[in-house]
Structure formats: C-alpha cells, structure tokens
C-alpha cells in the first residue's frame, strides 16, 4: 500500500527534538507573558471601564488560546511514524496554523463587520481618561521585550 520508509540520518531525530523542545519553551514563555498582560490590562478595564482596553484583553486572550492550539498542534505533530502515516505527524503543525490563521480573519472580519453597524446606531461616545493609553502602551511594551527574548 505504501512504499517503506526511508531511513532517517542518526542526527536528525535529536535535532527535531531539540527544535521541539525550543519552540515548546519559546510558547510557553508567550503564553506566561500574556497571561500577565492580560492580568494587567483587566486592571485598566476595572480603573477606566474602557471598553478599547477590554477588546485589548479578549485579543491578548485569544493569542493565549491560540498558542495553546498551536502547542497541541506540535504535541501531535511530534509523534513518530505508524502504519497509516508513514513519514510522520509532521503536518499537524503547518495545518494547525493554517486553521488558526483563518478562524482569527473570520474573527476580525465578524468584529469589523459588528463594530461598524454599532458605531452607526451609536451617536453618544464617552470621553475615557486621558491616562488610560498607559495600559496598551505597557502591553505593546512587555511583548516587544519578549519577542526579543525569544528571537
């Protein structure tokens, strides 16, 4: 049914470990940074009842949501070969971020398409603190240091 495997050179099991091993920290660290972003920025909601900096939390909770699919994804894509998938799991991985990239546009395009109808039947806007841009500014902050630390 299926041709048989080619034999894999004795060094690349231990480097796909290795990068595994690599991207699994590197997401985990993501997701414990946003986590604390997210703590964060719940405290600028409850002090300036912002509805900008909630839509900031469900964002930073949706890349929370997102690495863990994704950690998922490399769970599975991490297992070895078997009779029905001879050369590996591997595509789990590739796919995962596939779905994720289109579940996050539907998203977006759904959030745009819903905020725009309400702005149109909205006419009164409330004026937020004017120190409220802390918040955000401090977020975009902590995930540009750890985007640093990471690359």
Same mark, same amino acid.
């Given at each position: 049914?299926?041709?048989?495997?080619?034999?894999?050179?004795?060094?690349?099991?231990?480097?796909?470990?290795?990068?595994?091993?690599?991207?699994? %920290? +590197?997401?985990? =660290?993501?997701? +414990?940074?946003?986590?604390?972003?997210?703590?964060?920025? /719940?405290?600028? @909601?409850i002090i300036y009842n912002s509805s +900008?900096?909630?839509?900031? @939390? !469900?964002?930073?909770? =949706?890349? !929370?949501? &997102?690495?863990?699919?994704?950690?998922?994804?490399?769970?599975?894509?991490s297992q070895p070969p078997d009779e029905? *998938?001879?050369?590996? *799991? &591997?595509?789990?991985?590739?796919?995962?971020?596939? %779905? /994720?990239?289109?579940?996050? !546009?539907?998203?977006?395009?759904?959030?745009?398409?819903?905020?725009?109808?309400?702005?149109?039947?909205? *006419?009164? =806007?409330? %004026?937020?603190?004017?120190?409220?841009?802390?918040?955000?500014?401090?977020?975009? @902050? /902590?995930?540009?240091?750890?985007?640093? @630390?990471?690359?």
């Open positions: 049914m299926y041709p048989n495997p080619i034999k894999v050179p004795d060094f690349v099991p231990g480097a796909r470990e290795e990068r595994q091993r690599q991207v699994v %920290q +590197a997401t985990k =660290f993501g997701i +414990a940074i946003r986590c604390g972003i997210t703590l964060f920025e /719940l405290l600028g @909601v +900008a900096i909630w839509m900031d @939390v !469900v964002g930073t909770l =949706f890349d !929370v949501t &997102g690495s863990l699919f994704l950690l998922f994804c490399m769970k599975l894509a029905d *998938h001879p050369m590996g *799991h &591997g595509r789990f991985e590739p796919l995962g971020g596939l %779905q /994720l990239g289109v579940l996050l !546009v539907l998203i977006g395009l759904g959030s745009l398409i819903y905020n725009s109808v309400m702005l149109f039947h909205q *006419h009164d =806007f409330e %004026q937020i603190s004017p120190h409220a841009w802390v918040f955000p500014l401090i977020a975009m @902050v /902590l995930l540009e240091i750890s985007y640093h @630390v990471i690359s």
